[in-house]
């Protein structure tokens, strides 16, 4: 877990970062030699930046990005390189999340 400032609290938009390894765990989830990285904030993104946005988008792909930038900036705290190193990256947002849940 990564805490960007103690004073704002787990619910101020992108203060919190959560990571996990699970490869750690159970290395069988991922090819040999190779390792999972889950992060993610802490549902606190805010639902009005998405809400008009359509997915598959050029600003959908703009945004995810540059919302996304605070997990890779919290990922770079643990592991510097992992943006040379990541061979895949799926970005989730709001908007994956409530396809998936249907909600």
Not at 21 to 30: G, K, W
Request: aromatic share 6%; glycine share 4%.
């Amino acid at each position: 877990m990564v805490v960007n400032s103690w004073e704002g609290g787990v619910d101020t938009e992108q203060n919190v970062v959560n990571i996990s390894i699970p490869t750690m765990i159970d290395p069988s989830v991922a090819p040999p030699g190779k390792h999972l990285i889950h992060a993610y904030t802490a549902a606190n993104e805010p639902w009005d930046l998405w809400k008009d946005v359509k997915r598959g988008s050029e600003r959908y792909r703009e945004l995810k990005e540059e919302r996304s930038e605070c997990l890779w900036k919290a990922l770079e705290q643990v592991i510097p390189d992992v943006r040379e190193r990541a061979e895949l990256t799926l970005v989730g947002s709001p908007l994956t999340h409530q396809r998936f849940v249907r909600r």
